[in-house]
């Protein structure tokens, strides 16, 4: 299995796992996203927006879980830059963020891969 780079750190970022001179990074990566995996994998793997300094990585896609005054909760797509989740270049969703979810997307179809 491939994964990109923004993957990786979230993964190291969400685990607090850190490389030592024993411990290579592969291998650190590897066991860091297996773990990873499984965590996102649950549909309760939402991380709160005051979880000990769990944030995503900048420009990392997320889900983001939105509390409105009336009560009604929603999930939106946004995107983390500079500290803050954002529906786009401009607007942010501030204070109506609860909690956020890495932002998952398949890989597209390769005939090759099939066989």
């Given at each position: 299995?491939?994964?990109?780079?923004?993957?990786?750190?979230?993964?190291?970022?969400?685990?607090?796992?850190?490389?030592t001179e024993t411990?290579?990074?592969?291998?650190?990566?590897?066991?860091?996203?297996?773990?990873?995996k499984?965590?996102?994998?649950k549909?309760?793997?939402?991380?709160p927006?005051?979880?000990k300094?769990?944030?995503?990585s900048e420009g990392?896609?997320v889900?983001?879980?939105l509390?409105y005054v009336d009560?009604?909760r929603?999930?939106?797509?946004a995107?983390?830059?500079?500290g803050?989740?954002m529906?786009?270049?401009?607007?942010?969703?501030?204070?109506?963020v609860?909690?956020?979810r890495?932002?998952?997307?398949?890989e597209?179809?390769?005939e090759?891969e099939?066989?």
């Open positions: 299995m491939k994964y990109e780079p923004c993957v990786i750190q979230s993964a190291i970022n969400a685990l607090n796992i850190i490389p411990t290579p990074l592969d291998k650190v990566v590897i066991d860091c996203l297996k773990d990873y499984g965590m996102i994998e549909d309760t793997d939402w991380v927006v005051n979880h300094n769990q944030h995503p990392q896609k889900f983001v879980t509390l009560g009604d929603r999930v939106e797509k995107t983390y830059t500079d803050e989740f529906k786009d270049k401009y607007i942010s969703f501030g204070h109506l609860t909690a956020w890495p932002y998952w997307s398949p597209p179809y390769r090759e099939a066989d």
